[in-house]
């Protein structure tokens, strides 16, 4: 942001601070994001790769230890604030880190569907739409008003559930602001075992601050995500660092 | 010089197309259900845009009032004009809604905050639906057959110069007042 541009938005750092502890699995999160963010039901074609999925939710099993432990992993766009991969290779200028929210926004209007982001995200965060999106009969009337459909030949990612951010900054200007605060995207809400903690990085007084110690998948790679973790399993911390994969066999023998 | 003669006859029927004829392909007329003179209400009601047009405490705005608020003041015919009787025999005692066509209708991927704009900013409603509130009746709705997109959108005239406020609500437009106030909204401001 150039210096002549003014605004009376406080700047924020919206992240996450997901509890692999707490986290059962049940994937409430992962369709309240469908419902929230129109996401339409995938055909029969679909599968895992091509799929539109804005948060997906992983099981990961401990291979080393004696007792078997498994635990879930919920994983959408991570924000990454250092040299964000997909604003980096996007040659359509279609990603960008908003400097007044942290998120990482995606303009389905301007992406030709190159998918150059898709390979870049180290989270394999993004999806492509194949097709244009269609809902069974009826269906259209449970679709949410404040967010567009995506077309065919575009790819999307969670945006931190917009909508309601410009709810909440709507909600806000009334009182004669223009800081939406602290709102509450759709997976936190969803959750019933509350395991998303969603909050300002920048906020010293904020939920994200007094999470305690917090570790970000793949944190080696210096992209800096605001979508954090926490647990008490020490191979889940380990696990991150090689982002899910298994150890190395000599390490697993030694 | 006859070449010349059929250069410009061949230049005068391109450009009376382009600035005229196409516009009347392009474009397709759409009356209003109505007869609503904005002009009566605020004069002799002494009505405020506010008082129709309200933005809720929640900052949504209702845009189009419901027949509901019509029928508060219109329970009864107000005046001996056909249209106020068909408002109230067609529209207010069964409770039907009005399919008004909006002229400033943007496409589904633009959010516009009247909260952010009205409340906050305190902009008029003027700067940028000109005088509609000042008319006095509800001029034909025209609706562009290849974007389904209000023809306001665009501006009444092909050649976007000379703009009047209300005239033109495109990305453009938006844009060069948000240039001229030094106000940056980001894309996802904007857009869903």
């Keep these: 942001m150039s210096a002549t541009q003014k605004t009376s938005r406080t700047p924020r750092r919206y992240g996450m601070v997901i509890d692999l502890d707490r986290c059962t699995g049940c994937g409430a999160c992962v369709i309240a994001c469908a419902a929230e963010n129109n996401v339409a039901p995938g055909a029969a074609r679909e599968n895992d790769r091509n799929s539109i999925s804005l948060l997906r939710v992983f099981t990961l099993n401990n291979p080393t230890a004696a007792g078997r432990r498994t635990a879930f992993l919920p994983m959408m766009c991570m924000q990454c604030e ?173 | 010089m006859r070449v010349l003669i059929a250069f410009l006859l061949g230049l005068a029927g391109s450009l009376a197309f382009g600035w005229w004829g196409f516009p009347q392909l392009l474009y397709q007329r759409e009356p209003q259900p109505l007869q609503y003179n904005h002009k009566i209400h605020i004069e002799k009601g002494s009505m405020e845009c506010s008082s129709c047009h309200e933005v809720a405490a929640d900052g949504q705005f209702a845009g189009i009032p419901r027949t509901a608020s019509c029928g508060a003041c219109h329970a009864e015919p107000l005046g001996k004009t056909e249209a106020e009787k068909i408002l109230v025999t067609s529209y207010v005692a069964p409770e039907r809604e009005l399919d008004w066509k909006v002229y400033s209708r943007q496409p589904m991927n633009v959010r516009f905050s009247h909260a952010v704009h009205v409340n906050k900013a305190a902009m008029k409603c003027e700067e940028c639906h000109g005088g509609r509130g000042s008319a006095t009746a509800a001029e034909p709705f025209y609706r562009n057959r290849v974007t389904g997109e209000s023809r306001n959108v665009w ?14 609500m495109k990305m453009s437009d938006c844009e060069s007042c948000h240039e001229q106030k030094g106000v940056s909204a980001g894309c996802l401001g904007c857009h869903r």
Excluded at chain 2, 155 to 168: A, C, N, Q, S, T
């Design chain 1, 82 to 254: 250092h040299e964000t991969p997909c604003v980096t290779v996007c040659p359509q200028q279609a990603v960008e880190l908003d400097v007044l929210s942290g998120i990482v926004e995606q303009m389905p209007q301007r992406c030709l569907g190159c998918r150059y982001c898709m390979t870049a995200c180290p989270y394999h965060a993004r999806s492509f739409n194949w097709g244009d999106p269609s809902w069974p009969a009826g269906m259209e009337a449970t679709l949410n008003p404040a967010v567009a459909p995506r077309m065919r030949g575009v790819v999307e990612k969670c945006d931190f559930c917009q909508s309601r951010l410009h709810a909440a900054q709507d909600a806000a200007a009334v009182n004669g602001s223009l800081d939406p605060g602290i709102y509450t995207p759709a997976c936190v809400e969803a959750c019933p075992t509350q395991a998303i903690t969603f909050g300002d990085w920048n906020d010293p007084e904020g939920a994200l601050a007094k999470s305690g110690e917090t570790f970000a998948w793949l944190e080696g790679l210096g992209t800096q995500p605001k979508v954090r973790y926490r647990s008490g399993q020490n191979w889940l911390h380990e696990m991150a660092e090689r982002g899910g994969a298994a150890p190395a066999k000599e390490e697993r023998h030694g």
């Design chain 2, 155 to 168: 501006g009444p005239r092909m050649i976007r110069v000379g703009l009047k406020p209300g005239e033109g």
